[in-house]
């Protein structure tokens, strides 16, 4: 079997960049890993080729993204486009799946990747301790782009998208069909996507003239929107409409309204947010506030490889403007539809 660099890099424990670097006799290597290198290199026989050489000038050719989940069509539909964007520029992807909750220690799923010479930039998605990632990618000197993130006044290079507008237009929505009785369920605190849809929503009711009717802090899951919209059902004094802060919470809410032999939008308006793959599936087809996954990853591509080729020297900021697609889960409070998006 023929021995390639990748065999060397791992029997010496090193990456694939640093062998490239002992072979082209770069000084920037230590002298333990060149002796590494080049003991791995005698053992197994190994005769470099022109691709091993190409590597010469520190480059890896792999973008890493990191993520929480892909259990969220959102994030696939990122990261497809994101592969795609980077296929177009010679690069290959590397994942990492982290822990999907702010307790969890932090780096344990995304460490690997957060390692000199592994990749030649990273794509930090909706990341939860964002603060910690800023610090060790800039201690490490890895180009990097923050999407979909938490904090504010971060001094990184980041891409986002307007949920406040999106929150807005969603309330906006509502009112338009004739509702004051609207609810919103917003998402966890922790997410920056859900304290500005929180904020649209009560800014929205506030320039109608009317103070929030029901403000419930909830996950992002189908069973806190059953769990909450069942409460509402036993308490009796129930909205007209729900604003949900993700599809998945306004899911749950159809069903526990059907599950009570109500019927939406007829009994109740509901809108979600990001148009998962399922929303325009299930019955009735949901509104939502759409988030252009394209968008971000040709952004979050095209601003990343700006840094890794020194072009980019300061930070920027991106922020894309979502789209309410109106279907069939809304309605005026006497049952009566709009013209719906196909």
């Known amino acids: 079997m023929k021995i390639s660099i990748f065999d060397v890099a791992k029997r010496a424990g090193v990456?694939?960049?640093t062998v490239s670097r002992v072979l082209n006799d770069s000084p920037t290597v230590r002298e333990n890993n060149r002796q590494k290198v080049r003991q791995a290199i005698k053992e197994l026989d190994y005769r470099p080729n022109s691709a091993a050489r190409s590597l010469a000038r520190g480059k890896t050719g792999v973008i890493g993204l990191t993520l929480t989940t892909l259990?969220?069509?959102?994030?696939?539909?990122i990261v497809k486009c994101v592969n795609d964007a980077l296929k177009e520029h010679g690069y290959f992807l590397a994942l990492s799946i982290g822990p999907d909750t702010s307790d969890s220690d932090w780096g344990e799923g995304s460490n690997f990747l957060y390692q000199e010479d592994r990749v030649d930039g990273i794509i930090v998605l909706s990341p939860l301790k964002e603060e910690n990632d800023v610090l060790e990618l800039?201690?490490?000197k890895i180009p990097f782009v923050l999407v979909d993130n938490q904090l504010e006044d971060m001094s990184a290079s980041v891409v986002n998208v307007d949920n406040y507008m999106g929150g807005l237009e969603a309330t906006r929505h509502l009112l338009s069909l004739g509702h004051t009785k609207i609810a919103h369920i917003a998402g966890p605190e922790l997410y920056r996507?859900?304290?500005e849809r929180k904020r649209g929503y009560i800014d929205a009711m506030a320039e109608a003239g009317h103070p929030p009717f029901l403000l419930v802090d909830s996950d992002f899951d189908i069973r806190s929107g059953f769990d909450i919209a069942k409460s509402w059902l036993a308490e009796g004094d129930r909205p007209t409409a729900v604003f949900a802060a993700d599809d998945f919470i306004a899911l749950g809410v159809i069903e526990a309204f059907r599950d009570a032999g109500l019927h939406v939008p007829r009994d109740l308006s509901v809108i979600g947010y990001d148009d998962q793959a399922f929303s325009s599936a299930i019955h009735p087809r949901l509104t939502t506030v759409h988030q252009p996954s394209e968008g971000m990853a040709q952004e979050a591509v095209k601003l990343l490889l700006k840094i890794v080729n020194g072009t980019q020297k300061r930070n920027a900021s991106v922020k894309l403007e979502p789209k309410l697609i109106v279907r069939e889960s809304t309605a005026s409070p006497d049952g009566?539809?709009?013209?719906?998006d196909k």
């Open 336 to 340: 009566r539809t709009l013209e719906i």
């Open 71 to 77: 259990q969220d069509s959102l994030f696939d539909g």
């Open 138 to 140: 800039k201690r490490k």
């Open 15 to 17: 990456s694939v960049v």
């Open 193 to 195: 996507s859900a304290r």
